[in-house]
């Protein structure tokens, strides 16, 4: 019933930025934490950025900060990750989960998560 699905992932030069867009169909979208986490080719799947029911509140990996911004839309069934500067090591596969536990946590791992969508292949080229 809860299947996020992500969307905006592409090829972008380093330096440059993309938006992604997570849709989360269902009444209960409202109530959930929402994350972003990622897996490179030959890595374990990593944080990245997550956002409270409200989006009053924001965890990010250190890798990440100042140059993500996560945001949401609960009026649009939506969660967002703004990825300016990009770099290389920013090329993986982006994964939208949610979190049943509505509030932020201090720290987020798989475990976490409850609902994944399938993905969306960011490449960032040198």
């Known amino acids: 019933q809860v299947q996020p699905a992500e969307s905006g992932g592409g090829v972008v030069q380093t330096g440059g930025a993309l938006r992604l867009s997570c849709a989360t169909p269902?009444?209960?979208?409202?109530?959930?934490?929402m994350a972003w986490f990622r897996q490179a080719p030959g890595k374990e799947r990593e944080f990245v950025a997550a956002?409270?029911?409200?989006?009053?509140?924001?965890r990010y990996a250190d890798s990440v900060k100042g140059r993500f911004t996560v945001s949401r839309d609960n009026a649009k069934n939506s969660v967002y990750l703004q990825m300016n500067n990009l770099k290389p090591e920013d090329t993986a596969v982006y994964y939208c989960?949610?979190?049943?536990?509505?509030?932020?946590?201090?720290?987020?791992?798989?475990?976490?998560?409850?609902?994944w969508g399938k993905g969306t292949l960011v490449t960032v080229s040198s």
């Open positions: 956002v409270s029911w409200s989006g009053s509140s924001t």
């Open positions: 989960a949610a979190d049943r536990v509505g509030a932020i946590r201090s720290t987020y791992s798989e475990e976490t998560m409850n609902y």
């Open positions: 269902g009444r209960t979208f409202n109530s959930y934490a």
